[in-house]
């Protein structure tokens, strides 16, 4: 320690000077990125005064907040993008709903059926109180001393009523008190009742206390001491590494500590989060982890489950679900492995030649298939079914004398076969023995079909037709034949 020698009068005065970094005094060092005067991790500022995953710190003693936007759901914040609480719009009291996230980081009541109203004489989500319903809250519980606590016009705690109080822990150094350090921590020096404890200095206000902690010597109530810094065998504080203990030991092949459980920023195990790890971190967003980052195997690479799988471990086992009406080829699922999602949804028959859609989204067509109908790219007869070439995700299907059509879960048709009078809807004559999709056609609900004709419906309730048209079936006001869809002149 530096000292400088002053003489005043015939003797002399030591005045010491110490340089060292004391993280938890409150002051900001160059070797610190924050110190909010206090050892605790969570706060925004680890008990090794460097700042926290998710938090921004300004200042000395630091002031920690939580970065709004980084999706990330810590601190004060009620949400933070898709991050949302296991909160509800009942559960704040507003009915029903969708509950969204503004960008403040609080909740988006705006789609409840309810809404808060301040001046009701109930409170309500956002509200401190609402008329004489103050929430059973007082000045003592505020942290003031008694008196009477009212609600203002803005439904917000009126507090003029109340009396501050003097205490231990706001930093301010009275005559009762040997020591405040702006906490009511013990084992900082300054105990909970703001007394100097044994082996510790405090000085000034807030007070600042140091230990005897980091002279190298092991002195009473140290479990080592590495001169003041992390060792392997040693935290800085003179208390043994362990991961757990909330204080990051580097040295000791820490990345992080934020206790003995999983923290957005922390894996209980002393590494930062990572997906693909094959560790679960429910804190950290992941519902799964199977120790790699491979889409449709049921964990997907930013570890969430995917849609009709179930995980279940670490690393995580994932299978699909059978019974789901998802029938998922990938995982194993089949005819015979699962029958109720990946068995027939639909089936169509057209003179010589038929068709079914299976669970899986897939097309098959067996007989005729002089003009292509079956749809495999060949005009070979089949005796039995033959899967519909470059087709996916079929919701229904139909077959008319020589063609076939089919609806995809996106709203659009697809068609094959025999196209002599436009039948194929692709504003063309030519037949094609593989599907081509429906011109201008998009938001199908459902198709029907006739001889040498197709219907749809669409999701707004309006009808369109294309193919032959000797007698007006495609109910446009005309006998003219159409090679692309034309609007039903309905009522």
């Not at 001046?119 to 003592?140: F, L, S």
């Not at 009396?163 to 040997?178: F, K, N, P, S």
């Not at 001889?451 to 193919?467: K, M, N, P, T």
């Amino acid at each position: 320690m530096a000292g400088l020698l002053s003489v005043i009068g015939g003797g002399c005065v030591v005045e010491f000077n110490d340089s060292r970094s004391v993280c938890g005094d409150g002051l900001l060092s160059d070797t610190e990125e924050c110190d909010d005067g206090n050892l605790e991790n969570g706060d925004g500022c680890s008990r090794a005064c460097f700042v926290e995953t998710g938090w921004d710190c300004e200042g000395g003693p630091s002031t920690c907040s939580p970065v709004c936007g980084d999706g990330r759901l810590i601190g004060g914040e009620e949400c933070d993008g898709s991050a949302m609480s296991q909160v509800d719009c009942q559960a704040l009291g507003l009915g029903s709903g969708y509950l969204g996230c503004l960008s403040s980081c609080r909740f988006d009541v705006s789609g409840c059926q309810q809404q808060p109203e301040c001046g009701n004489g109930k409170r309500e989500y956002g509200e401190d109180c609402d008329g004489d319903d103050i929430g059973g809250q007082t000045c003592e519980g505020l942290g003031l001393e008694e008196g009477a606590l009212r609600c203002g016009d803005d439904c917000r705690f009126d507090v003029t009523g109340c009396a501050i109080a003097a205490e231990c822990g706001d930093g301010i150094l009275d005559g009762a008190e040997e020591c405040d350090d702006g906490n009511s921590d013990s084992g900082d020096g300054c105990d909970g009742s703001c007394h100097v404890e044994t082996g510790w200095n405090c000085k000034g206000e807030p007070s600042v206390c140091q230990s005897n902690c980091g002279n190298g010597n092991l002195d009473p109530g140290e479990e080592c001491d590495g001169g003041g810094q992390d060792r392997a065998d040693c935290d800085a504080d003179c208390t043994l590494p362990e991961c757990g203990d909330g204080y990051v030991n580097e040295a000791a092949g820490e990345d992080c500590d934020n206790g003995i459980h999983d923290t957005a920023s922390c894996d209980r195990d002393c590494t930062v989060p990572e997906c693909g790890d094959g560790h679960v971190n429910e804190a950290a967003g992941e519902q799964c982890d199977d120790g790699n980052l491979a889409n449709g195997d049921g964990c997907d690479g930013s570890c969430q489950e995917e849609a009709g799988w179930t995980c279940d471990g670490e690393p995580s086992d994932c299978a699909p679900i059978c019974g789901d009406g998802r029938c998922l080829a990938e995982g194993g699922e089949g005819h015979t492995t699962c029958p109720q999602d990946c068995g027939t949804l639909a089936i169509a028959a057209g003179t010589d030649h038929a068709c079914a859609v299976l669970g899986d989204g897939t097309a098959w067509c067996w007989g005729d298939n002089g003009f292509g109908q079956l749809g495999d790219g060949t005009t070979t007869e089949r005796h039995s079914p033959v899967q519909v070439s470059n087709l996916t995700n079929v919701s229904s299907i139909v077959a008319g004398w020589y063609h076939t059509c089919a609806t995809l879960l996106d709203g659009h048709v697809w068609c094959w076969g025999y196209n002599s009078d436009g039948q194929l809807g692709d504003g063309t004559t030519q037949n094609s023995n593989i599907p081509v999709q429906v011109s201008d056609l998009t938001n199908v609900s459902s198709i029907t079909s006739g001889e040498y004709q197709v219907c749809a419906a669409l999701g707004d309730g309006s009808a369109w037709c294309w193919g032959r048209n000797d007698y007006g079936e495609l109910g446009d006001g005309t006998t003219t034949e159409q090679h692309s869809p034309v609007q039903v002149l309905l009522p």
